[in-house]
């Protein structure tokens, strides 16, 4: 790890300012609270109302502490087995690297405190505006992982996450029983070192429908290791989810800077779990702060947002279409998720998913299925 304190230079006290009251109005949304059902077993509608307002919402105290450990052991070992450098199959033990045998883009390298994406084509250009980027601290290393995809494949705590039984109610409740799996994801902000996210939209495909609304492309989960902070969370403009396509180099040229003045930090403790809409627009900024970020990322989209649509290929998972063949192979990291989890915690009541259940499919997470999920996010869905 790097040597601190590293801070933004000419931007710091503008920066100080900007975290504090930006966390202030976050607080004030309303939106956040444990995962919280109704009599009858629904997720409470209030959850929901404040959901499609704001365009995310906080659960919090949704992951213990044993699960949080588990997380934490699986983080470890990845960021161990991680290559010496972008492309390099060793790690820094001379082992083969994490995903160095894997077809799927896996491992996406930023310099220490930097933008990777903004104002590049990266991601069909969505990321339009370059975020500011701070100066590391001299010893800081040359390349960082800020990102991984696939991740199910190199985490069993993460493959049980995504069998969680509220989460996925929850993800029932807002994209439909017959909801499908989108992609999962770790982001890492290390302290002194890990890059911003530029402020950006979700979602390629949906925007000019006839049908489109405020849901079209789905949301993501935010799991937090070690809770977020108003310096190395996610940003969201609250409401911004139901407006169509935002102009973000105009909302940027406004402020006049890459603090947007409507956006509120998602602040988390370890253990609680966002969930962010997709088409909000949402960014994050370089972590000069001394606190770490892990955050274990799953996204959900509505079936009838994906059915029929026709890959390109550029970002996550292969070319090819949506049909019910690749949504049916994709889904199965659901069953796989449920069942690792009913392992681990069998005191737990397993989620039962609709699609599963209806068509009579079974399940079983063991040693011998490991092998072939690996590879499995090129069949993601990505829109
Ligand atoms: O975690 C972050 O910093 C960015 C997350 C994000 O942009 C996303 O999940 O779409």
Redesign the pocket.
Known sequence: MSALPVNYGSEESAMQAYLAAGEKRAFELGNRGPIRYTADGRIHPDILEAYWRCGFYVFEGVLKPDELADIEADFKNIMDRLPTGPGEPLDHKGRPALAADCKSATLFWSKPLGDPAGGTDFANGRHPVKMFEPTAASDAPQDIVYLILGTLQFSEAALRVYGHPDLLAVAAAVNGDDFVPFNE?L?I?EPGLGA??AW?Q?GVTHWNSPDWDEGSHGF?F?GQLYGCTAAN??WVVPGSHKLGKADIRSMAAKAGSDRLPDAVPIICKPGDVAM?N?QAV???FANTSRDW?V?V?M?FHRRRSVLGVVSTGTLHGGKGAYDEARIQARARLIGYGIDARRQRFPNETPFVYQPHARAGERYEWNESVRPSIHDYNLLDLSI
């Open positions: 994801a982001f902000k911003s996210v950006h979700d993501n935010m969370g996610v962010t997709r949402h960014g994050s970020r955050t990322n996204g």
